[in-house]
Structures are given as C-alpha cells and as structure tokens.
C-alpha cells in the first residue's frame, strides 16, 4: 500500500523501495510493480532484464496480468537474455515464495488485484 501512495504522489523512487520490500516478501503485486518501474525506468535505472526477473516471479506465484509484458520484454532481451533471467527468477523464487501458497491459501477471484480481495470464508479457514 506504501508503494502505491507513492506512485499516486509521482515519487517513483520511493515507491520502488516499497515494492521492493514487498516483493521479497512474496507480495505479486509487488513484484509486478516493480517490474513495470524497472521496464519503464521510473524511480529506477532502467533494467529489462531485472523487469523481465521479478514480472516472471510474479507470473509464476499465477499472476496473469503480467502476461503481456513478459512476451514484449522477451522479444526485447533475446533468447539468451530471457533464459539467463529465467534462471535468475528460480533462484529468488526460492527466497521469496508466498506463505499463503505453502498453507494452501490461494486461488480466489480478487487475489491478484492491485489491492488483494480477502480470500472468501471457504478459503480462509485455510489460511493462518
């Protein structure tokens, strides 16, 4: 939510620090953020490499909204550099996995908006 104070207020450096934060606590939203700051070199150097990392990331906890960028960056970075990046992606997915995916806590309508709809009562007795 910091993030995306700071985003309405056009202080983009900021807002990458927060989504940065965010991100390594598994947040896909995050992740998805600062990937698109990355991409468009907002707050940012600009990295399509690193943008193509973390919108990867977050992709592959199943957000879909990404989907999009991911096909652009890939046909800007070259099947090399999209590999190299793919292989980067698992290497942090292995530190900044969900918890709410490991206590099977996942998967419902709203989960991946930019603010997160609360899962539904069926769900939540899952989640802790």
Known sequence: MLGLIRLERNDYAKAADWFR???????????????????????????????YVWLLVSF??????VAADLAAL?????????DEAKRKARG????VSR??????????????????APPPPDIQRFCR
């Open 21 to 51: 934060k965010a991100a390594m606590q598994g947040s896909p939203q995050a992740q998805a953020q600062l990937g698109e700051l990355l991409k468009d070199g907002r707050g940012v150097t600009q990295d399509q490499f690193e943008a």
């Open 60 to 65: 592959d906890t199943g957000n879909q909204t």
């Open 92 to 95: 942090l997915e292995q530190t």
């Open 74 to 82: 890939e046909g800007a970075l070259g099947s090399n550099r999209v």
């Open 99 to 116: 918890a709410v995916v490991s206590r099977g806590c996942s998967g419902w309508p709203g989960e991946f908006d930019l603010v997160p």
